[in-house]
Every structure is written in structure tokens, then in C-alpha cells.
Nanobody
Framework: QVQLVESGGDLVQPGGSLRLSCAAS????????MGWYRQAPGKQRELVAA???????NYADSVKGRFTISRDNAKDTVYLQMNSLEPEDTAVYFC?????????????WGQGTQVTVSS
């Protein structure tokens, strides 16, 4: 069965850093595009960062230069390093795995981890 488990969310002061992890119990992890999304209160879920099976990355403009997504295929884990955190980064952060599989699109989500940026 497929499981994505996020960890690392916390309360942090503005300017601080956090590293989120997503551990995937996912057959063929290296073939998935992995992404981090976030949802703030009263707002729609938005893409924060994504990394393809080939290592290509893309970021939301609001986090470019501050956040870095990476993956360790040997550990079936994807990370989000978040630096220079701002109150506007406060949200629940979700891990996503996506690929075109044998029967169509495979799309999986974790349960989310809370990030709160406040003084």
C-alpha cells in the first residue's frame, strides 16, 4: 500500500529555517515526480516546489531563492529545506507523488505537516 508521511513541521520565528521530510512507501519511487504543496487558512492549496525523476526542479515565485527541494532515491525520501521563513509561509505542507503509470495517472498525497512562522 502507498503511504506518504511528512515530518519536520514546527513553530519557528521569522527568519528561521526548517527542513521537511516526506518518507514514501511507494514502489518505484524514483520514477515519480515529487512535490510539496501548502494550504494556508482560507486559501487554496498551491504548489511550492516539485522535483522530477530526472532531478529537474521548479518553485513557486514566492519561495524561489529561499526553499530547496531535493530527493534521496536510495531512501525513498523527498525533502524541503526552508530558509528565511516568513509569516506568509504559515500553512499545512503536503507531500505529493505523481506519475503516468500503467493504468493512467497515479497521484498520492500525505496527511500534511503544520508549519507556523510567528514571533
Amino acid at each position: 500500500q502507498v503511504q506518504l508521511v511528512e515530518s519536520g513541521g514546527d513553530l519557528v520565528q521569522p527568519g528561521g529555517s526548517l527542513r521537511l521530510s516526506c518518507a514514501a512507501s511507494l514502489s518505484g519511487f524514483s520514477f515519480y515526480t515529487m512535490g510539496w504543496y501548502r494550504q494556508a487558512p482560507g486559501k487554496q492549496r498551491e504548489l511550492v516546489a516539485a522535483i522530477t525523476s530526472g532531478g529537474s526542479t521548479n518553485y513557486a515565485d514566492s519561495v524561489k531563492g529561499r526553499f530547496t527541494i531535493s530527493r534521496d532515491n536510495a531512501k525513498d525520501t523527498v525533502y524541503l529545506q526552508m530558509n528565511s521563513l516568513e509569516p506568509e509561509d504559515t500553512a499545512v505542507y503536503f507531500c505529493n507523488a505523481r506519475r503516468l503509470g500503467r493504468k493512467g495517472l497515479d497521484d498520492y498525497w500525505g496527511q500534511g505537516t503544520q508549519v507556523t512562522v510567528s514571533s
